[in-house]
């Protein structure tokens, strides 16, 4: 018998070892097991099961099977294979993405002495006889044992003169990185359970006389005891003022007993259903049509106002699912989303409910994803990695904010999109997938309004709460001294003042981080850019640093121009850092937080900064997009978007798109409890015809002038788009190997072929980058074939020597 196996790497395709008969009994499709390649150990998944044995080569045995039961099973197996074809990476990629690290496991090398040396160590130098004579005694050592032996001086060279001489070799084994979290807990001894045995030993003045400690101890936890169902260690040293000492004393005279347990890393709360709202009318009806649809479509998008109740609709949903014993997937695009979210759903449905994401430690999403294997979890809240946990009885999946660009991965791959992966996902389970959005994406809706999705409509606010009032101020009428942008304009600044007068709070928008985007030289135009990319660094005046938002790379700031030695910079443009400075200038006695990846990097800092603004303790919020998306604030009352302008002078397809949707997302935090909400949109380009569709709050007539653009230059969703990126650190090259590429493709798909180019940003991390893009017709054929057709130029491309080194990736649907 043979086993299709996959591994965690980016594989051409998936390898064939042969299953020992041994091992066959209680092997199943999913198991984790141990195989080596290239003299390298691995933790592999079993895919199938094959009779025959390959013509090609020999296979290599399965050294160890790792798993009683599959870790994954064949819903899953079907998920990552479908990934790896439409999106175009390996199963291996896939299965790297989709497990936690310490289900990987990890080859670590372990230096075996050679017994056919001896023991005649003359020939070896210093650091060479102290290892040697360490192997000797002990047979075994691993790499961090010789490090120690070694003082932190150079191993590996060590290792391999070693090796070289035959002194000792390598051995891969693999090391389990999982550790359960454990807990000791403290009981009565069983001698002192009965309440007679227990007074008379508390009555025994003699054994207390010296031991007062002890005593107050043993009553602290007899208090403690009436309580709680158990008492932990910890706690009970903490609630009692004891020392560990006093503790082990009366545990060794066998009073108490301790006992270590394995515990949850992560909170788990009573299991209980409490829905103690009731629905509105239109709620009910954008209800009963969500139903209804179902009924003969397996997709519906629920296209509702901001602040229109949406939230509450998935919550009835999930309660049906959930009284029928089945599992929910509850996606959203980021973390930033989950922390609201996840207090409202805790309150609704207690322990039933678990979260996954990314800021979770490896062992919190090694615990999470068991109990989801299990069906221990019966709702998953999570960010898009949560798409690949083992759910067993999936009925329905609810992708939240559908429209947002972050369920889009991008490096490294698999590149695939959450929403789009979800709906596959749920098909497999015959489940249910709802789409959610005040600003659904043009594909969605246009897949609703065709048909081929189900649509519900939910257009008016909770409680028929007015839209907030949007107003454009232009900027062209404002000027800074030195020129620069006006960052908080006269309006503007009597609009927040009035806000907190009236003990309201503001939000002002901003999709730049950072002090200065870029500082230019006064005397000849010169800026700072980064060595390894081709971008403008950006100065942080936090930590007095320049730093390139490509690389992550941090320079000092510069203060001397490179080109002509002038000393005098200006500093243009503006980040949420130099908002965040200038409001402290503007308003003295408010209190003013800033949301963006710089300041929200604990794995809680979010979640505080969220709730100090629930209460009040913030008055303006300045942020990122990160303010934009599905937050719920009872009283905001002002939203400033302060530069329009950014948003929409891209040059990509989707810009339109992506404008109407932030401005009108950040919007929508506005006025959401008594209706007063007022907007402010700062502009220089006040004609431009999506600030009308927001002003209005259009969605439709926005949809009905894209789509109609969008059909003009055949973009989706009348096309489906591939693009190629190429990538190397020689400029000539990686237009060469892009230009042989496009030649090649022209022949079959020369219409709709655009490119190769440069992009925007032809340079990061000292990689050279060209791009093309195909624009190929809604015909699975026709697109098959492409995919089939950039595989094979790929791996032309690789054999030929000059571009061997050259990185080719594919991204299907890219955004």
């Not at 590996?156 to 454990?182: F, N, Q, W």
């Not at 709360?269 to 239109?282: E, H, V």
Request: charged share 25%.
């Amino acid at each position: 018998m043979y086993a299709e196996v996959i591994i965690p790497l980016a594989l051409p395709r998936n390898y064939t070892w042969q299953v020992p008969d041994h091992l066959l009994p209680g092997l199943k499709p999913g198991c984790r097991v141990e195989v080596t390649l290239k003299n390298k150990k691995y933790a592999g998944i079993v895919k199938k099961f094959l009779t025959d044995k390959p013509e090609a080569f020999d296979p290599r045995p399965i050294e160890s099977v790792l798993d009683a039961e599959p870790l994954i099973y064949e819903k899953q197996l079907t998920l990552w294979e479908w990934i790896s074809q439409y999106y175009m990476c390996s199963e291996g990629e896939v299965m790297a993405a989709s497990l936690p690290a310490h289900f990987k496991l990890s080859s670590e090398s372990i230096l075996v002495f050679n017994e056919e040396f001896g023991d005649d160590f003359s020939s070896l130098d210093h650091d060479e006889y102290l290892v040697a004579e360490t192997l000797l005694l002990s047979k075994e050592l691993k790499i961090p044992a010789v490090q120690e032996i070694l003082h932190g001086a150079a191993v590996y060279p060590v290792v391999k003169r070693l090796i070289d001489k035959s002194v000792c070799y390598i051995y891969e084994s693999l090391k389990e990185l999982y550790k359960p979290k454990t807990e000791t807990y403290i009981s009565l001894h069983p001698d002192y359970i009965s309440e007679e045995k227990l007074e008379a030993l508390l009555n025994e003045d003699k054994k207390w006389s010296r031991a007062e400690k002890q005593m107050e101890l043993l009553l602290s936890f007899l208090h403690i005891q009436k309580t709680e169902p158990e008492v932990s260690r910890s706690a009970l040293l903490k609630k009692s003022g004891a020392s560990d000492a006093q503790l082990k004393a009366l545990i060794t005279k066998n009073i108490l007993v301790a006992e270590q347990r394995s515990v949850d890393r992560l909170r788990v709360l009573p299991r209980n259903i409490q829905i103690p709202f009731t629905l509105s009318a239109a709620q009910e009806s954008a209800l009963s049509i969500i139903r209804e649809n179902f009924k003969t479509k397996s997709v519906c998008l629920l296209h509702g106002y901001t602040s229109s109740g949406k939230t509450q609709v998935y919550i009835k949903l999930i309660e049906e699912q959930l009284l029928e014993n089945k599992q929910v997937l509850y996606l959203v695009p980021e973390i930033a989303l989950t922390s609201q979210i996840v207090r409202r759903l805790q309150s609704h449905f207690g322990g039933y409910l678990g979260i996954y994401h990314s800021r979770f430690s490896q062992n919190e999403r090694f615990e999470i994803w068991n109990k989801v294997r299990k069906g221990e979890i019966k709702i998953l809240l999570g960010a898009r990695s949560a798409l690949f946990l083992p759910f067993t009885d999936l009925s329905l999946v609810i992708v939240d904010e559908e429209h947002d660009s972050s369920y889009k991965q991008q490096d490294p791959a698999p590149r695939y999109h959450a929403r789009d992966t979800a709906i596959y996902y749920a098909s497999l389970f015959k489940a249910k997938t709802l789409l959610g959005s005040a600003t659904p994406s043009v594909e969605s809706y246009y897949n609703s309004v065709t048909g081929k999705y189900g649509l519900a409509e939910l257009l008016e606010r909770f409680g028929q709460v007015a839209m907030p009032v949007i107003q454009l101020i232009d900027t062209k009428k404002f000027f800074q001294k030195d020129g620069s942008k006006i960052i908080i304009t006269p309006a503007l600044q009597d609009a927040i003042q009035d806000s907190l007068d009236h003990k309201k709070q503001v939000i002002l928008f901003r999709n730049r981080r950072g002090y200065s985007p870029y500082q230019v030289c006064k005397i000849c135009g010169w800026i700072p850019q980064c060595k390894n990319c081709d971008v403008s660094l950006t100065f942080h005046k936090l930590t007095n640093k320049l730093l390139c938002h490509y690389c992550g790379t941090s320079y000092p700031p510069v203060n001397t121009c490179a080109a002509c030695g002038n000393h005098e910079f200006i500093q243009r443009n503006f980040g949420t850092e130099k908002i965040e400075e200038e409001l402290g200038v503007l308003f003295p006695k408010a209190y003013i937080a800033r949301m963006d990846v710089d300041s929200v990097r604990g794995k809680t800092a979010h979640d505080m900064l969220i709730k100090s603004f629930e209460q009040q303790r913030v008055d303006i919020l300045v942020g990122t997009q990160m303010v934009v998306k599905g937050l719920d604030f009872d009283h905001v009352d002002l939203v400033g978007i302060l530069d329009a302008d950014s948003l929409l002078n891209f040059s990509e397809f989707r810009v339109n798109e992506r404008a109407f949707q932030l401005m009108e997302q950040v919007s929508g935090r506005a006025g959401r409890k008594d209706g007063k909400g007022k907007v402010l949109i700062q502009v220089a380009n006040t004609k431009h015809p999506v600030l009308q569709y927001v002003i209005n709050h259009d969605f439709k007539s926005f949809y009905t002038q894209e789509l109609t653009a969008r059909q003009q230059f055949s973009y989706p969703p009348f096309s489906r788009i591939i693009r190629v990126s190429f990538k190397h650190k020689i400029q000539d090259i990686v237009h060469d190997a892009a230009s042989v590429f496009a030649l090649h493709l022209h022949k079959d798909f020369g219409t709709y072929l655009t490119g190769p180019g440069e992009p925007v940003v032809a340079r990061i991390r000292n990689q050279y980058i060209m791009e093309l893009m195909l624009k190929l017709p809604k015909n699975g054929s026709t697109i098959a074939f492409a995919k089939q057709v950039i595989q094979q130029q790929r791996a032309i491309l690789q054999n030929d020597r000059k571009f061997r080194s050259v990185t080719v990736t594919p991204d299907i649907d890219p955004v």
